[in-house]
């Protein structure tokens, strides 16, 4: 199986008005390669994680009028979804491809990792590539930079990771739509893998 690549036409479903005609696109258009990334990713996640990791596509089923903005495959430790428990994405906004960790608000181990990041700050810090993004909303395109974040800005939304319901932590890569990446099956696959790679940290300490 050929890893799925992704253009202009995949992202260009974000801006087809109204939920029934873009959900349409998406189901036709860009869920297949979702579907197939999940499938492909699982081995390599579950080797990674030592332990079975199970892919879940994006169904967006509970809308009703407004149509998602955004779509996703996410893998966690669980057959039956992904929501409650620390896991990984890939997904799409009209702007950009994000490959990610992510505890959304969920999940039960949110308290658990803003307690373990706090202990474990200073070695996080270090481990996480300067130019990875990160993001306290998966509701929300925009990131920041993790070279950009300062203690005092971890310290802050460790204090809202335990504090506020909504607050959510995602940490990981934005790629342009008009990246050639994208377009590229081998260099997409090592990009994606080692992603996951040097955010595997912040799955340890979420448990």
């Known amino acids: 199986m050929t890893f799925p690549t992704f253009d202009s036409s995949d992202f260009d479903v974000f801006t087809i008005p109204g939920l029934e005609p873009r959900m349409k696109a998406l189901i036709e258009r860009v869920r297949p390669k979702l579907t197939r990334l ?12 030592g332990e079975p990791m199970f892919p879940h596509v994006a169904k967006h089923a509970r809308r009703t009028i407004n149509p998602p903005a955004d779509t996703w495959v996410a893998w966690a430790n669980s057959k039956k979804g992904y929501k409650a428990h620390p896991h990984f994405q890939v997904g799409l906004w009209s702007t950009h491809l994000f490959v990610q960790f992510a ?36 509701m929300q395109p925009e990131t920041t930079r993790h070279g950009d974040m300062s203690k005092a800005d971890f310290a802050a939304m460790i204090v809202r990771l335990k504090t506020v319901k909504k607050t959510e932590a995602l940490c990981g890569i934005t790629i342009r739509k008009d990246d050639p990446l994208l377009a590229d099956p081998a260099r997409f696959a090592d990009a994606v893998r080692e992603t996951f790679e040097q955010v595997m940290p912040l799955y340890r300490i979420a448990f």
């Open 38 to 49: 999940g499938d492909e990713l699982a081995p390599a996640l579950t080797a990674m994680c």
């Open 103 to 138: 505890v959304i608000y969920e999940s039960g181990n949110k308290d658990v990792f803003a307690r373990n990041l706090e202990k474990k700050l200073a070695a996080i810090r270090k481990a996480i590539p300067a130019d990875f993004r990160w993001s306290t909303d998966h």
